[in-house]
Structures are given as C-alpha cells and as structure tokens.
C-alpha cells in the first residue's frame, strides 16, 4: 500500500538557443526555395529547435529518422516544422509544465494541479479508483498491475477464508482447493494451527490433526476400551483381531493366566473356548473341566 507524491514547484529552466537558424517570433510562411542539400540541413535544423524546445517543456524529442524516408516533399515538411516552431514559440504553457497525464492524456500544467503515482503523472480529478472512480487525493491506494484501487475496492478483490469468510490480506494457505488464513487452518477438535503440520480429514471433509482423527474413528480395543492408533513415529496401526476382535498387541493376552498371546508360534498362540481368549494350556484345563462335569452328570 502506498500513498500519492505530490508535485513540488518546478524551478524556471534557462532556455538554450538552438544550433543553426533561428526563426524570428511571428515568422510564418515557408523560406525561400533551396537545393535539396540545402533543404534537409534546414529540416534537421528545425527539427533540432523543436527538439530543444519540448525538452524544455518537459516533452519527449520528437526528432525523425533521416534513413527513413519523407513521408511529404522536402519543401512541405520544411513548411509543416516551421509552422509548428512558430506557433510553440508564440503559445507557450500557462504555467509549470509537469508532463502527460496518465489518465487522460492532456497536458498537467500549474503548481499543485498534478500527483505522481505508479510512476506516472495524473491530474489531480484524474487520479481515481479504478473502480468505483472516487478520487485518491490525500487517500491510501492499493496499486494492482499499475492500476489503483481504493482501499474498500482492492479489498473486494481479495480471496476469502473458507473458515471465516473475511478476506485474507496476507498470507494465503490453500488446502484441498480451497483458501484459508493460516491462523484459520485448524484441528477441529483440539483446534490447534495445522500450517506446515500433517493433517486429514474425515468423510464429511472436516480437518483434524493425525492424533485426533486417529482417537476419533481408529478402532477400539476390546479389552481396555482405548483406540487402536499408531505407535509414536509411526504411520501405520498394528492390531490383533480374533473372534472378530480388535486387541492392543499388549492387550491380548490369555483371560485365565494373563500370558501374552501371539499370532506367531504354537505355544503362545490363542486357543479360543466358548469366546473367551485362552492360551493353550489354560483351554486344555477347561476342556477337561468341562468333560469331568459332563461325566459326573451322566
């Protein structure tokens, strides 16, 4: 965001004379015929006049390309320069010359009538928002590819947060297609920032941190209740599911003994009774339980 520059009162510059043939004020009417050598040292002549009195005015040199040429007789561009020194010479600005405005393109002349901004020089009524068309005198302006905007108009332009809706001034973080303010970009549950930080999100595309979203929907173990997530610095959730079961590695163990079962080796494997988790010898001995009541019913 910047603010206008306002034009300082230009200092009177001494006019140079110009090289080779002076027209006298008021002089009108083309010169006495010459030789075509004759004629082109006058056109660069005038043309070099002319060049120094628009650089004085603040004009860019309009001197043309000699390898290029005429596009009218020696003689009527001859005439057509001298005219046109005699009519600058005899019509000088009204008053302190600053240059072309960027606006309308007329000349912006007068102490206090002009402002420099992107660059450039505008009248002071042409200095305005390039859309609602309010002027920018004394205003802050937003200037956007050499445009300028109020600051209400630049702020309408802006993406909004698709977490609150305010338009985002600064820095822009996007996520799955859509924009957000850093600060906005959070953990649904814990609401704690997730800029720079993995994250996910569920079916009805809420954002969650990795924790979260894992204590959330991970699955729970049948035996403490907890759910099932990953290890620290890990990625990926290990667990045992038997009869249709999810364990806590540490969680499955046999319900008669407690010994740590395993999914790998006979000995320590599961040996399941009537939906209870057993190990193997603990399932034999309630086997035999069993049998022995069957027998003494008999």
């Known amino acids: 965001m910047s603010g206008p520059t306002w034009l300082p ?5 001494p006019t140079r004379a110009p090289q080779g043939r002076a027209l006298p004020r008021g002089a009108s009417g083309p010169p006495p015929a010459h030789g075509a050598g004759s004629l082109d040292a006058e056109i660069d002549s005038l043309t070099s006049m002319l060049a120094e009195l628009d650089g004085s005015r603040g004009h860019a040199p309009r ?3 000699r390898q290029v040429p005429l596009s009218q007789p020696p003689e009527e561009e001859l005439e057509r320069l001298t005219k ?7 019509h000088p600005p009204s008053g302190e010359y600053f240059g072309r ?5 007329e000349d912006v002349v007068g102490d206090g009538a002009g402002v ?6 505008f009248h002071v009524g042409c200095f ?5 068309r309010a002027q920018l005198r004394g205003q802050h302006f937003y200037a956007v590819e050499r445009r300028a905007y109020c600051e209400s108009c630049y702020v309408a332009t802006l993406e909004k947060c698709s977490t609150c809706s305010q338009p985002i001034l600064d820095r822009i973080l996007r996520a799955m297609g859509k924009a957000y303010h850093p600060g906005c970009f959070t953990c649904v549950v814990c609401h704690r920032g997730l800029d720079g930080i993995p994250f996910t999100v569920d079916a009805t595309s809420q954002i969650h941190c990795i ?3 894992h204590r959330k929907f991970a699955p729970r173990c049948s035996v403490c209740g907890g759910a099932i997530m990953p290890e620290p610095g890990q990625e990926e959730t290990v667990r045992i599911v038997a009869l249709d079961r999810s364990f806590h590695i540490g969680c499955y163990k046999c319900e008669e003994c407690g010994l740590l079962l395993s999914s790998e080796g006979e000995c320590q494997g599961c040996y399941p009774l009537d939906g209870h988790i057993l190990c193997k010898a603990c399932s034999a001995w309630r086997i035999q339980e069993l049998s022995a009541t069957v027998t003494t019913d008999c």
């Open 101 to 105: 405005c960027g606006g309308c393109g």
């Open 128 to 132: 305005v928002c390039s859309t609602c």
């Open 84 to 90: 046109k020194l005699v009519h600058d010479m005899n």
């Open 63 to 65: 001197r043309p390309d």
């Open 9 to 13: 009162p230009k200092q009177p510059e």
């Open 116 to 121: 420099v901004a992107l660059d450039r020089v």
């Open 211 to 213: 924790e979260d979203f």
